[in-house]
């Protein structure tokens, strides 16, 4: 029989799949409406990001490569990574950290989950 307290909840699988996607998709659009547990959980590991971008060296464009999903940006000549490092890297190449903002809105009305948009600043 499985645990009784872990019947509902994901595997650690799971959850590296979708933050992988959620902060690949946050990079490459600038936002990303979803709930507030995993606008939580994709923090942290978009600020990691974005700070290897900052440092630009090879070491930290395979680290960020090992992370994130490659797929098309806005710029129909860039990846997702070459996007993270010509552009976002260079953006916040000033700012000290805190790269993303969360904004909590209304419930979501099917189950009435707590929802969330993050963005970056």
Known sequence: MANPKQVFRRNTEWWNHVERSL??????????KTTLERAKRIKSNAE????????NTLASRRQAASFLRII??????KDSLQYLFDVLGQKYQSRNGGYTRIIKISNRLGDNAKMAIIQLV
Do not use: C, E, N
Request: avoid cysteine; proline fraction near 4%.
């Open 72 to 77: 098309p940006s806005q710029d129909a000549s």
């Open 23 to 32: 902060v690949t998709d946050l990079l490459i659009h600038g936002q990303v």
């Open 48 to 55: 990691k990001m974005i700070t290897l971008a900052k440092k």
